[in-house]
């Protein structure tokens, strides 16, 4: 590279931001009018061209646009079908785009490796010469392997940008691909940029910057993402805070598969972001608790949520759980305390009976719940902790056999319930869930509660909900349960109170969009039950006190043991948290408590 197009170069860098919005059209207006609405919000754009139906005939339009869009920097990208685009033609035609491109103006140009490597050794000065600085692109659609190798083979050509995207597997390909990032940011003269495709990758996207990639890419809109797993950049800048997120940021995150459309992100993030915590959470898409742990322990995560189908399966790799935790035999809240050790928790319970004890006491109280799976578990659990006397509806009745055997609780025929008389039905079935199909379990006749609580939150307003209130009942929605449990998730990990009503307000406006997008004639209604929670919640309630608010300072814990990826490692702002006062309750770690009760094994 020539000294004047070192300077050239590092003023380009110092010009972009952290976040590339890429565009695609398959017309030049098209193009453009996406590009203008997202340079409203971030000035650092892809272009797409291979998306054009025409990419030579766009660029005359193309240049018009980026002359009247000055502060704007603009990457064109033509990348052919044989490595992942959608440009049809040869190499030498995307080049020949290329070449156009950085004529008209784009100031930088992103070709891939697999092209270069073909074409004229002369081509990279000609691009050079053509006023364009210039990424080299690696993308790997299949693994996470042989990074160091593929960056060997870019080196050479010295670019300005050097573009490696693998495909994660699990999540520790993300700490590969970190890894990476980190020993290349102090070795390479090119800036690199890295990003982990696929859903397990997501974590890259938010954590890859602070381990050293120069930006990360982003989708204008749900639904025009160029990449598996790509963002939208409102949900990069809003929820996960791109921006702010430095060496001092805390990492939590959610832990499960599917976990693609959760909720909990948006919610927690919101949470972290009101109540100023230095901190981001993560979706981590696994079914390997082993998996999970390799990446919690090196990041390192400060807390996890748990979900399915993982809420047993980690237990045996705690160090303690709560005893409410263990007597459930599921953990969906997970802490790293200050000595560095990881600590179980069940906020589902506090997510059910809190909700219920609003509205009723629940000593004596009946309850009938339907289904034996995890949830249901922390429902029959948690009433019976409060003194209530539980029946257990279940599809397979040995399971419910075994649940009430475990938690004091009885069964019931489902002919049996339209006789008896209870204060409180619970659903902890999937049944009702949008996109289930499956008959209602129980018809308007064998609603004999005063409350019904549907456990599903997505829709608002269940069909069960919708029946219990047109026979005039307490309708309590999912959703509250949703927000309380992770508002316990958040008092466990911060040992500040939860904004719950600001979660709820987010969560709530969220479901009503999906609700729309997916062409619902209105909004769902909000039950009686949740607008009572907005309407009255308390900005800051009282941090349940419970296996929750983390307490006082254990003594001294010896430090983390986890070897930390290099940014992470950098001193952290906040004080590391104790180990709340639940788990020291808990069974003393020497009786390994935690694996005790994996061996068990309850369900
Ligand atoms: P799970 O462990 O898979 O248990 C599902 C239960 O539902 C099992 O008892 C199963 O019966 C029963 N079931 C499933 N399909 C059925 C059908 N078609 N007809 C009759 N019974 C059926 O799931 P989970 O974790 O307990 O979750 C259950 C539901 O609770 C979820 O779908 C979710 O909507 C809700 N949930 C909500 C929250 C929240 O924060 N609001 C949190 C967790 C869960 P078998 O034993 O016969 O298989």
Request: aromatic share 4%; net charge positive.
């Amino acid at each position: 590279m020539t000294t004047t197009n070192q300077i050239a170069s590092h003023l380009l860098r110092s010009r972009i931001g952290k976040l590339c919005v890429a565009i695609t059209g398959v017309t030049a207006d098209e193009l453009i009018e996406k590009a203008t609405s997202v340079l409203k919000e971030t000035t650092f754009l892809e272009f797409r061209l291979d998306y054009l139906a025409k990419p030579a005939a766009a660029l005359p339009q193309l240049k018009e646009f980026l002359a009247a869009n000055g502060a704007a920097t603009v990457v064109a990208t033509c990348r052919c079908k044989e490595n992942g685009g959608r440009f049809a033609a040869s190499i030498t035609a995307a080049l020949d785009v290329l070449m156009k491109a950085a004529e008209a103006g784009f100031q930088i140009v992103d070709i891939e490796l697999e092209s270069i490597e073909k074409l004229p050794k002369t081509t990279m000065e000609h691009l050079r010469n053509a006023g364009a600085a210039v990424i080299i692109s690696h993308h790997d659609f299949h693994a996470t392997k042989d990074l160091d190798g593929i960056y060997k083979r870019i080196e050479p050509f010295a670019p300005d940008f050097i573009k490696v995207v693998p495909t994660a597997k699990s999540l520790s390909d993300n700490l590969t691909l970190m890894r990476f990032l980190e020993r290349m940011e102090d070795h390479s003269k090119s800036s690199i940029v890295g990003i982990c495709m696929g859903e397990p990758g997501i974590i890259s996207r938010v954590l890859g910057l602070r381990a050293g990639s120069a930006f990360t890419f982003a989708a204008a809109n749900a639904g025009e993402e160029t990449a598996p797993g790509q963002i939208t950049a409102r949900t990069l800048i809003e929820t996960y805070r791109i921006e702010q997120v430095d060496a001092a940021t805390k990492v939590y995150g959610v832990a499960g598969n599917p976990i693609g459309s959760s909720l909990s992100p948006l919610m927690m993030n919101t949470a972290f972001r009101r109540e100023t915590v230095n901190a981001v959470y993560l979706a981590l898409q696994t079914s390997k608790a082993d998996d999970l742990f390799k990446l919690a322990k090196e990041i390192p995560i400060q807390g996890l949520s748990v979900t399915m189908p993982l809420k047993e399966e980690i237990i045996p790799l705690l160090e303690r759980t709560d005893p409410l935790s263990a007597k459930i035999g599921a953990v969906n809240t997970v802490l790293r305390a200050q000595d560095g050790k990881f600590y179980g928790f069940n906020t589902d319970v506090a997510g059910i009976v809190g909700p219920l004890e609003r509205r009723l006491s629940l000593k004596g109280a009946k309850v009938l719940v339907l289904g034996a799976g995890g949830a249901a578990r922390a429902a029959v659990f948690g009433c019976r902790d409060k003194g209530a006397e539980v029946w257990i509806l279940n599809r397979t009745p040995e399971t419910a056999q075994k649940l009430a055997r475990q938690a004091g609780a009885k069964t019931i025929k489902r002919e049996a319930v339209a006789k008896t008389d209870f204060d409180v039905i619970i659903n902890a079935t999937p049944i009702g869930m949008t996109g289930q199909k499956a008959a209602q379990l129980l018809g308007p006749e064998d609603l004999t509660a005063r409350i019904v609580f549907d456990l599903v939150y997505n829709p608002i307003e269940t069909p069960l909900l919708k029946m219990a209130k047109q026979k005039g009942l307490t309708a309590i929605s999912g959703v509250e349960m949703f927000v309380q449990q992770g508002a316990r998730q958040f008092e466990i990990w911060t040992g500040k109170p939860a904004p719950e009503e600001e979660m709820l307000r987010v969560v709530l406006h969220s479901l009503k969009q999906s609700a729309e997008a997916a062409g619902e004639v209105s909004a769902p209604v909000l039950p009686p039950a949740v607008a009572h929670v907005e309407a009255s919640a308390p900005a800051k309630p009282e941090p349940v006190a419970k296996p929750a608010a983390p307490a006082k300072v254990e003594a001294k814990a010896p430090p983390a043991k986890a070897v930390p990826l290099k940014a992470a490692s950098k001193p952290v702002k906040q004080a590391p948290k104790p180990v709340p006062t639940s788990v020291k309750k808990a069974v003393p770690a020497k009786k390994a408590p935690a694996k005790v009760v994996a061996k068990k094994k309850s369900r």
